[in-house]
């Protein structure tokens, strides 16, 4: 036991890396599987927030009417501090714990977790359902768009493949995402329009995300 939580402490690191991103705008496309369900009209509205949701890997909480207030517990101080700036930019409020895994299992678990809790009150007919919104953390700038579509796709221009942040020996944004927007059955457009320092890139996709689930929560007063 002891030495084990050793072992994943070792791994997990901080923001400290500051390794080069890869150039891949215009290309390096992925997609989420196509063929969940879609999604069946929620009832919750803006300011409900959603139920715990609680599995063996994840405990998750989300007001999409919050103040941005956040307790994320994953294990990941580069996830924790990340996810506090999506609730902080979005005025979410949040909360997540994490059962301890390997890292990069950890990073799809929170946004798995994130994604199922967002799926019902993102799909309600009283709220838009979609959301666009640009960022920047010093050198970079990133722009994010999002729908509530039901059908799981990610399409992005950003590679951290090389970059290992906070120790991770993956991309720690492409599988966050992707379990993002599986979970919540979610199209997601990422482009990094600037910025080659990792810890940056990662700040500014994250704060652009907080902003757009914002936005996609609000209610619709008229029709879209």
Not at 171 to 193: N, P, Q, Y
Request: charged share 20%; net charge negative.
């Amino acid at each position: 036991m002891a030495s084990a939580a050793a072992h994943r402490a070792a791994r997990r690191g901080n923001l400290g890396s500051r390794v080069g991103v890869k150039a891949a705008r215009g290309a390096g496309k992925g997609s989420c599987p196509s063929s969940a369900e879609p999604n069946a009209c929620g009832t919750l509205i803006r300011g409900m927030g959603s139920p715990d949701r609680v599995t063996d890997q994840a405990r998750v909480r989300v007001s999409l009417d919050g103040s941005g207030e956040s307790n994320v517990s994953s294990g990941l101080p580069v996830l924790d501090h990340l996810l506090g700036l999506l609730a902080l930019y979005g005025a979410l409020d949040l909360e997540l714990q994490l059962a301890p895994e390997e890292p990069e299992a950890e990073v799809a678990s929170a946004g798995r977790a994130l994604g199922q809790a967002l799926r019902e009150p993102l799909s309600a007919e009283a709220v838009r359902g979609h959301g666009s919104a640009v960022a920047a953390a010093d050198d970079a700038l990133a722009h994010i768009v999002l729908e509530a579509s039901g059908r799981p796709l990610v399409v992005s221009n950003v590679d951290l493949s090389e970059a290992r942040v906070g120790g991770l020996g993956t991309d720690l944004v492409a599988s966050f995402l992707h379990e993002l927007a599986t979970g919540g059955g979610l199209t997601l457009h990422v482009r990094l329009i600037d910025g080659d320092d990792p810890q940056h890139v990662l700040e500014a996709i994250f704060k652009a995300l907080g902003v757009a689930l914002a936005q996609a929560g609000r209610p619709r007063k008229r029709r879209d």
